[in-house]
């Protein structure tokens, strides 16, 4: 559940997962946020009251719990980690493709992890 911090009104319920949320995190030009969760995916929401905060897209690639996601720092990239130690990077495009690792080496991420 996420808050409008002015109003503490409920601004997002993160009912798309079937578990537990894990993590949450808005990307860095504000314009999506992304959630983990138990059930091994990640769901993307536009930043948007016009667009109703719509989930625009569920990945579901890891194994395990997804314990934390974050931001490169243009919003271009997300990477993630789950409980089974994997990290997967993809680059935030109208779809989403996962990446090799040494393709990103030179990209900062925010708070990663």
């Not at 569920?58 to 997300?78: P, T």
Request: net charge negative; hydrophobic share 35%; glycine share 4%.
């Amino acid at each position: 559940m996420i808050l409008d911090i002015e109003t503490m009104r409920i601004k997002v319920e993160g009912r798309d997962s079937k578990k537990w949320i894990t993590d949450v995190k808005y990307s860095p030009d504000s314009k999506t946020f992304a959630l983990t969760s138990s059930d091994e995916n990640i769901y993307i929401y536009e930043n948007s009251k016009k667009k109703n905060h719509a989930l625009r897209t569920v990945i579901e690639k890891h194994n395990d719990e997804i314990l934390g996601i974050d931001y490169s720092s243009d919003s271009c990239f997300i990477g993630t980690c789950s409980k089974d130690h994997e990290q997967h990077f993809r680059k935030l495009l109208l779809f989403f493709v996962s990446i090799i690792i040494k393709d990103i080496q030179d990209f900062y991420f925010i708070g990663f992890f």
